[in-house]
């Protein structure tokens, strides 16, 4: 395990930090790191690789940012690499900070003094994983939060450094959480980076931090079963699927046309109210202008943003003028 009384304490700009990362989620704390002087020697995000219909080579937000900023870029392949792993021991670093990477062999995550910590947007031990953001949100969690934490063998099971916490809107989305937590994680990092310097940090077990009974849930990255809209479900519980998926992946669902041709369709806005009716569930029930509701087990699944397969994403006014319902069986499936 790191120790942070190996070194003297020193200024931030003197600290010699290898970053890694890849997605936007990664971009700000690197951003808000540079603003505050830090000496990042490296940059390391994935390969260039195809992307959309023409497959044109896309660059990560994380490289897009470093070669804007004139920072040094390595995007390895394989983490394994002898050779990658020598070039990272000739950077000599203090500390390496990790933000949606991938997961770090051991002969990379023990290269620096201070050792490797990573940025993990729930509080740990509590939903470990790929997709934090979009579980609680799915569990219908009320407070969440951002943890940093020393890398170990294991996948988020590291050592704690430092926690923050926030609590969740009725209504957030995954997209809106995200974004607060990516601003709440860039100002842990940067803090975190501060009193790492500073030699001012005592890491704390996560077993330590567990509430004695308390339930920890797991993250795991989202499959596509996983967005399947179960109509048979409570109302609640199908709005924080929907909103726990929301802008991606998107929870889905089926609309049948008269002709038995489905239709797949994404929800991505939706409101639930509780009320005892008499419907069978699934079925749709409109004005045919402005509203759509969907009959549910505890009461009516009210939709508000949809997308059609194959077609943009709108509102329930423009998909109502678009669609013929007499051409659908009133119901989704």
């Not at 549910?296 to 699944?301: E, F, I, P, Q, T």
Request: net charge neutral; aromatic share 6%; glycine share 8%.
């Amino acid at each position: 395990m790191p120790d942070t009384t190996t070194i003297t304490p020193m200024e931030i700009d003197a600290l010699r930090i290898i970053y890694m990362g890849t997605p936007e989620f990664a971009v700000v704390p690197l951003a808000r790191l540079m603003d505050a002087g830090a000496n990042v020697v490296s940059v390391i995000t994935a390969p260039d690789k195809p992307a959309g219909r023409g497959k044109k080579i896309r660059y990560s937000p994380v490289k897009e940012f470093a070669l804007s900023n004139g920072l040094p870029l390595l995007q390895p392949a394989n983490l394994k690499d002898p050779a990658f792993v020598a070039r990272l021991h000739a950077l000599d670093p203090h500390l390496q900070v990790v933000v949606a990477f991938r997961m770090l062999p051991e002969a990379v995550w023990r290269v620096p003094l201070l050792g490797t910590f990573n940025l993990h947007a729930s509080l740990l031990p509590d939903y470990r994983g790929a997709a934090p953001i979009n579980h609680v949100l799915i569990n219908g969690e009320t407070h969440t939060g951002v943890t940093t934490f020393l890398i170990d063998e294991k996948i988020d099971t590291g050592q704690v450094l430092l926690q923050e916490e926030t609590s969740i809107g009725d209504r957030e989305t995954a997209g809106e959480l995200h974004d607060r937590l990516m601003e709440m994680g860039a100002g842990l990092v940067l803090q975190t980076v501060e009193k790492l310097a500073d030699g001012d940090i005592e890491p704390v077990s996560q077993e330590s931090l567990a509430a004695p009974g308390k339930q920890l849930h797991e993250a795991p990255k989202l499959t596509r079963e996983d967005g399947r809209i179960k109509w048979d479900r409570h109302g609640k519980e199908l709005f924080n699927l929907v909103r726990g998926l929301s802008p991606y992946p998107g929870a889905f669902t089926t609309l049948t046309r008269k002709d038995n041709t489905p239709v797949l369709c994404k929800i991505y806005s939706a409101s639930f109210e509780k009320a005892s009716h008499r419907h069978e569930t699934a079925t749709m029930i409109s004005d045919g202008k402005s509203s759509l509701k969907v009959a549910v087990r505890d009461g009516y699944l009210h939709v508000h943003s949809i997308q059609q397969e194959g077609k943009r994403r709108m509102g329930i006014r423009e998909f109502l003028a678009g669609i013929n319902l007499t051409s659908c069986q009133p119901r989704f499936s």
